[in-house]
Every structure is written in structure tokens, then in C-alpha cells.
């Protein structure tokens, strides 16, 4: 089981819009604004597309966006492509006396 | 262009050892931390643990300590992750990741390389 739950699959169409949620504890997502989501091809490497919550790399798509709800992180999608079909998966600082990172389970994105 | 480029795949013995590498280019290569990240078949992510090139400074993700050793070689800008007695169960792709740091806290995983396939089977 991992630390962090997200949905197994979320579906949408072309255009549309679909968010992933995050669901953490008051002991990682919940204390620390370092929640973070990758998207990863079949086959592929993964691939930062949001970190410190809501902050874009260079390179990566204003479709993608994060937010933060207490101890729940989400990843929005808008403006769906068939290209953004992919494995997403968050992961958050989880602290503790030794270091800590821990990630989502994932979450399958089928464009319809 | 900053890139980690990652060793071949390995099929190897249970109780057999085992050290894949992760070079680094096109950047500082001793001032950005090096992170590992396990995914077994078919399953998610898991962060193992980190190194910094420079002086070698090493932390391991609890589920991972004392089962696996990071070290790096700052002198050819590549950090390695090894084992001394392989496991069925160790079967996955590995990968590295330049890690990116707020102030004290692991903060993302910037730059992967590709992954190295390890396979243990009798």
C-alpha cells in the first residue's frame, strides 16, 4: 500500500478538463508545500511536471497546474490531449527523523 | 543539455551482486544531489535514497536501509547503486534522478535517466 492514494484511473475527453487528487497525511502533504507529480509513457522514464505544489518547470505545459487543500494535493489537467495519456504520480516530503519521499500509487489518464 | 545516462540492463543469480551506474553531463555534476527510485513490474514509484557527489554524503529512505548501497564517483561524474546478495524480489527498473532541494527538504526528482532494468531469476 502506499503512503499516498490516488485515484487508480480518471478518464476525460479531448479538451476537457480532469483533475487527480492526492491524499497524504498531516505528516507529509499536510506540513510541507513539497508535494510534486510526474507523469510517466509506458516504457519511459518519468517526467517532473509540477513541484513545491503548484510550480511549473520550464518546458512543461500551463495545461498542467497543482494546488493544495490540506492534507490533499491535486493535479489539474486542462485542455486534454490525446498526449496526455500517461501514468501520473505524486509524491510529497514525508520527514521524520531520517529523510523520507514518499509517492502516490498512481493514476492511470485514458483520454476518451 | 543536462543528462543522466544510465548503465545496461543486468540479469543476474539470487545471492549474486550487482552495481548499476548513473553518469552525469552537461552540468555541475558535484553540486546537485542523486537520487535512486525503484519500480518493480508493473507497480508505482519508490524513493530509495540520495547522494551528494561532492562529499559523498549519503541518506536512505528507511525501507531501503541497509538493502542497498549508493556511493558516487565525483573524479567521472557518476553515482552507482549496488548489492551484495541480489533477492528475487530486487527484480525492477531502477532509476536516477537529479534531486532538487528547498532549503533542507528533498523537494523533486528534475532529470531522470533512463532506467536500468534488473532482472534476478534462477
Known amino acids: 500500500q502506499s503512503a499516498l492514494t490516488q485515484p487508480a484511473s480518471v478518464s476525460g475527453s479531448p479538451g476537457q478538463s480532469i483533475t487527480i487528487s492526492c491524499t497524504g497525511t498531516?505528516?507529509?502533504?499536510?506540513?510541507?508545500?513539497?508535494v510534486s507529480w510526474y507523469q510517466q509513457h509506458p516504457g519511459k522514464a518519468p517526467k517532473l511536471m509540477i513541484y513545491?505544489?503548484?510550480k511549473r518547470p520550464s518546458g512543461v505545459s500551463n495545461r498542467f497546474s497543482g494546488s493544495k487543500s490540506g492534507n490533499t494535493a491535486s493535479l489539474t489537467i486542462s485542455g486534454l490531449q490525446a498526449e496526455d495519456e500517461a501514468d501520473y504520480y505524486c509524491?510529497?516530503?514525508?520527514?521524520?527523523?531520517?529523510?523520507?519521499?514518499?509517492f502516490g500509487g498512481g493514476t492511470k489518464l485514458t483520454v476518451l | 543539455e543536462v543528462q543522466l545516462v544510465q548503465s545496461g540492463a543486468e540479469v543476474k543469480k539470487p545471492g549474486e551482486s550487482l552495481k548499476i551506474s548513473c553518469k552525469g553531463s552537461?552540468?555541475?555534476?558535484?553540486?546537485?544531489?542523486i537520487g535512486w527510485v525503484r519500480q518493480m513490474p508493473g507497480k508505482g514509484l519508490e524513493w530509495m535514497g540520495v547522494?551528494?557527489?561532492?562529499?559523498?554524503?549519503?541518506r536512505y529512505s528507511p525501507s531501503f536501509q541497509g538493502q542497498v548501497t549508493i556511493s558516487v564517483d565525483k573524479s567521472i561524474s557518476t553515482a552507482y547503486l549496488q548489492w551484495s546478495s541480489l533477492k528475487a524480489s530486487d527484480t525492477a527498473i531502477y532509476y536516477c534522478?537529479?534531486?532538487?532541494?528547498?532549503?533542507?527538504?528533498?523537494?523533486?526528482?528534475?532529470?531522470w535517466g533512463q532506467g536500468t532494468m534488473v532482472t534476478v531469476s534462477s
Open positions: 534522478a537529479r534531486q532538487l532541494w528547498l532549503g533542507a527538504y528533498p523537494a523533486a526528482l528534475e532529470i
Open positions: 552537461g552540468y555541475s555534476f558535484t553540486t546537485y544531489w
Open positions: 547522494i551528494y557527489p561532492d562529499d559523498s554524503d549519503t
Open positions: 498531516g505528516s507529509d502533504v499536510g506540513s510541507y508545500n513539497l
Open positions: 513545491e505544489v503548484s
Open positions: 509524491c510529497s516530503y514525508a520527514g521524520s527523523s531520517t529523510l523520507n519521499v514518499v
